[in-house]
């Protein structure tokens, strides 16, 4: 059993920045892959970022590419994602997740996911 808990989400204008992070609960994280997915209102949570339990490998969306940036640290149990050069349409609530697939980019193939943080960009 795995549990996440995201934080650092908030509001922020355009072009800025912001990190979030998930803490992990469990023996065998290093083991996950794990994920970050966004879901905007009256939309399908979306792929944004996901990271090898080894951390050698990353994906990304095609949105957030080159702007967004998914690390680990599995001695913590902490999973990062940093989001420069923000828009107004990454405006979402963000979920940390956690799954044993590779590349972990549909949401169905998800086994854990975090409660959320949102995260809003003005314009």
């Known amino acids: 059993q795995v549990q996440l808990v995201e934080s650092g989400g908030g509001l922020v204008q355009a072009g800025g920045s912001l990190r979030l992070s998930c803490a992990a609960s469990?023996?065998?994280?290093?083991?996950?892959?794990m994920a970050w997915f966004r879901q905007a209102p009256g939309k399908e949570r979306e792929f944004v970022a996901g990271?090898?339990?080894?951390?050698?490998?990353?994906d990304y969306g095609d949105s957030v590419k080159g702007r967004f940036s998914i690390s680990r640290e599995d001695a913590k149990n902490m999973v990062y994602l940093l989001m420069n050069s923000l828009k107004p349409e990454d405006t979402a609530v963000y979920y940390c997740?956690?799954?044993?697939?590779?590349?972990?980019?549909?949401?169905?193939?998800?086994?854990?996911w975090g409660q959320g943080t949102q995260v809003t960009v003005s314009s």
């Open positions: 469990g023996r065998t994280f290093s083991r996950y892959v």
């Open positions: 997740a956690a799954g044993t697939r590779w590349p972990l980019t549909d949401h169905q193939l998800v086994t854990y």
């Open positions: 990271i090898l339990g080894s951390g050698d490998m990353t």
